[in-house]
């Protein structure tokens, strides 16, 4: 999604904004740009293009930018118009005063562009962020914060906004209506940004502007009002993640860096959420009372988020004995799911921005349902709008690609799982109690995993060049087939499909030929029998096979083409390991297909609109 840095201070914006802006790029873009009030003129310039951030440096490497001590800047990521350099940001007024980054969707933007066209406002972009540039210079009378305030009380949609002026060369104005922004307080400096690691190495003091509010920056203060002029005290939070968090450290892509952070997340959680073999989820802001009441949970998410909440499904009715409904929440908002006061809703989302994860949330809440979330970034719109969250505090998750976000998501299903199994009695202490050993044994397989990860590379490397792939696994393992699939999809951009391996014969069998890798998520099972009869027939049609087994499983052998192996593990758990070794699978695909690993072509990092 686009992102958004803007700068004031006592230092030449252009180089900060380039170098913050940069550290967005993860979210996905497809063009940028960069506007300041110069020093020299009083005037405002601003240069786009289509294209990478270091395209923009090149440009102004030939042409720089006049020094300017306040500034905004943007990467698009198209929704209205083309990514072209005129539909890039920043947007300016027909005076070439006002100049607006703005992330979201204005929904009424034809409407408000109609009428400002009628009074001779001229639009050079197909963008819908135009019309606030226009909107705000229509309704300036000499206060920006004013022309600004008036402005957005006539946007229908969701905005994230940044605007300057060369009336007002001392204030950066912010606003926020559904797409994230945030705030940095510097000594004598101020930032804005879409996301924290933005800014991360100019400051750790961070206000997260919610929605309805907008704030007036100058270089050593800052106002914060609601939409309707009450003024607010911002809460100044000190951020606790480390500058190492968001850089690659030697690794060569965030993605591979995130995968082999997952032994460190799982141990963290574990040791923090268990204490004296009891799993404690601090934060939940549910009594043991209202736990037990619960007779449904419905998990709400997108993407691999879903399919974390969908091993939840497994797991919480395996060990909680409660009916556990799933849906994507784009499809949830828009049905009548059967929900009421004795249903959780938990809502899963690695960013907490997702716009639709959001929506669901609040259509939960109007139908009187308690809302937990679970989480990876904290003081995220979901977060604040959860009556609980539970934190998966896996840090900075920048590859687009969700690996160590996804296994915290998981790690977290089983301790809910755990928690309200106990509570219910529906599981004995005893058997809480074994299972809490076997999840803190779960980081150290990862590691033996990692340490073979030559082998999985060049199984990666053997099976790069298929044009189509299907994931197969059952149960537990029918979310794990659907996530590798995922994975690689989104990274290698090769056609793949997770099926829940029963379902073959109906249908996706008709594609294995010799020309299709096959993906077999075979962990010691109950359902193991079932998949080597799935792998027979898929051998049978000279289908290439992938399976990932558990040590020591040597029968295998005969039926699969390359072996992954993983220690064996409790049962219940394998969505767990298996997970490490598919997006394994992914990475190195995609490597050996020369593809941007970190910024997938058209994904963004977090999806802020519908
Ligand atoms: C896949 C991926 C996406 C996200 C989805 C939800 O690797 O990252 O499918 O899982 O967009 O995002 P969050 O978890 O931020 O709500």
């Given amino acids: 999604m686009c992102g958004i840095v803007g700068y004031i201070g006592k230092k030449d914006a252009t180089p900060i904004l380039l170098s913050s802006l940069k550290r967005l790029e993860y979210r996905g873009y497809?063009?940028?740009?960069?506007?300041?009030?110069?020093?020299?003129?009083?005037?405002?310039?601003?240069?786009?293009?289509?294209?990478?951030?270091?395209?923009?440096?090149?440009?102004?490497?030939?042409?720089?930018?006049?020094?300017?001590?306040?500034?905004?800047?943007?990467?698009?990521?198209?929704?209205?118009?083309?990514?072209?350099?005129?539909?890039?940001?920043?947007?300016?007024?027909?005076?070439?005063?006002?100049?607006?980054?703005?992330?979201?969707?204005?929904?009424?933007?034809?409407?408000?562009?109609?009428?400002?066209?009628?009074?001779?406002?001229?639009?050079?972009?197909?963008?819908?962020?135009?019309?606030?540039?226009?909107?705000?210079?229509?309704?300036?009378?000499?206060d920006l914060l004013e022309a600004v305030q008036k402005a957005i009380q006539k946007l229908n949609g969701s905005f994230a906004l940044g605007v300057i002026s060369s009336d007002h060369p001392d204030k950066l104005i912010a606003a926020r209506l559904g797409s994230p922004l945030i705030i940095g307080v510097g000594c004598n400096e101020n930032f804005i940004a879409s996301d924290v690691p933005a800014i991360l190495d100019r400051t750790r003091k961070i206000v997260y502007l919610r929605d309805g509010e907008v704030a007036e920056l100058q270089k050593s203060s800052l106002k914060i009002f609601d939409f309707k002029g009450k003024q607010i005290k911002p809460k100044v939070h000190t951020v606790a993640f480390k500058l190492d968090a968001v850089q690659k450290e030697g690794f060569s892509h965030f993605m591979l860096k995130e995968i082999h952070?997952?032994?460190?997340?799982?141990?963290?959680?574990?040791?923090?959420?268990?204490?004296?073999?009891?799993?404690?989820?601090?934060?939940?802001?549910?009594?043991?009372?209202?736990?037990?009441?619960?007779?449904?949970?419905?998990?709400?998410?997108?993407?691999?988020?879903?399919?974390?909440?969908?091993?939840?499904?497994?797991?919480?009715?395996?060990?909680?004995?409660?009916?556990?409904?799933?849906?994507?929440?784009?499809?949830?908002?828009?049905?009548?799911?059967?929900?009421?006061?004795?249903?959780?809703?938990?809502?899963?989302?690695?960013?907490?921005?997702?716009?639709?994860?959001?929506?669901?949330?609040?259509?939960?809440?109007?139908?009187?349902?308690?809302?937990?979330?679970?989480?990876?970034?904290?003081?995220?719109?979901?977060?604040?709008?959860?009556?609980?969250?539970?934190?998966?505090?896996?840090?900075?998750?920048?590859?687009?690609?969700?690996?160590?976000?996804?296994t915290a998501q998981l790690c977290m299903m089983y301790l809910l799982g755990l928690k309200l199994g106990v509570l219910k009695k529906k599981i004995s202490k005893g058997r809480s109690e074994s299972l809490i050993k076997d999840l803190k044994r779960v980081p150290s397989f990862l590691m033996m995993i990692l340490k073979s990860k030559a082998k999985i590379r060049k199984i990666a490397r053997a099976n790069s060049h298929f044009g189509c792939f299907l994931f197969l696994g059952r149960n537990i393992n029918f979310p794990s087939a659907l996530e590798g699939a995922l994975k690689l999809k989104e990274i290698s951009y090769i056609p793949a499909e997770g099926y829940a391996a029963g379902e073959m014969k109906h249908g996706p069998i008709a594609l294995i030929d010799e020309y299709r890798a096959v993906v077999c998520v075979t962990p010691e099972a109950d359902t193991y029998e079932k998949m080597i009869s799935n792998m027979q027939e898929i051998r049978a049609r000279k289908g290439?096979?992938?399976?990932?087994?558990?040590?020591?499983?040597?029968?295998?052998?005969?039926?699969?083409?390359?072996?992954?192996?993983?220690?064996?593990?409790?049962?219940?758990?394998?969505?767990?390991?298996?997970?490490?070794?598919?997006?394994?699978?992914?990475?190195?695909?995609?490597?050996?297909r020369g593809n941007d690993v970190d910024q997938p072509r058209n994904l963004a990092k977090s999806v802020t609109v519908e």
């Fill in 30 to 142: 497809d063009s940028c740009g960069v506007g300041v009030v110069a020093q020299k003129d009083g005037k405002i310039h601003s240069k786009k293009t289509q294209g990478k951030i270091q395209g923009l440096t090149d440009i102004l490497k030939d042409k720089p930018m006049p020094t300017g001590f306040v500034g905004i800047s943007h990467t698009r990521w198209a929704t209205h118009g083309k990514p072209t350099k005129a539909n890039a940001h920043p947007h300016a007024d027909k005076t070439g005063k006002i100049l607006i980054v703005h992330n979201g969707i204005i929904e009424n933007y034809q409407e408000i562009k109609e009428a400002l066209k009628a009074k001779g406002y001229p639009f050079v972009s197909e963008t819908d962020s135009e019309v606030i540039a226009h909107l705000i210079s229509s309704l300036d009378k000499g």
């Fill in 261 to 406: 952070e997952q032994p460190k997340v799982l141990s963290g959680m574990l040791s923090s959420r268990i204490k004296n073999k009891k799993v404690h989820l601090e934060g939940l802001s549910l009594t043991d009372k209202q736990l037990k009441g619960i007779n449904h949970v419905f998990v709400v998410a997108c993407g691999t988020a879903y399919h974390a909440g969908l091993v939840g499904k497994y797991v919480i009715e395996q060990l909680a004995g409660v009916p556990v409904s799933i849906d994507v929440s784009s499809e949830f908002r828009y049905r009548t799911p059967i929900i009421n006061k004795k249903t959780l809703i938990v809502a899963v989302s690695q960013s907490g921005e997702t716009a639709d994860t959001l929506a669901a949330v609040r259509e939960a809440k109007l139908k009187g349902c308690k809302v937990i979330s679970i989480c990876n970034v904290v003081g995220s719109s979901l977060a604040r709008e959860s009556h609980g969250v539970l934190y998966t505090h896996a840090g900075p998750e920048i590859g687009v690609a969700s690996t160590k976000a996804y």
């Fill in 544 to 592: 290439k096979i992938i399976a990932i087994a558990t040590e020591g499983d040597t029968a295998i052998k005969q039926h699969a083409n390359n072996i992954i192996y993983i220690p064996s593990t409790n049962k219940l758990l394998t969505p767990l390991v298996v997970a490490l070794p598919l997006q394994l699978i992914a990475y190195y695909i995609a490597v050996e």
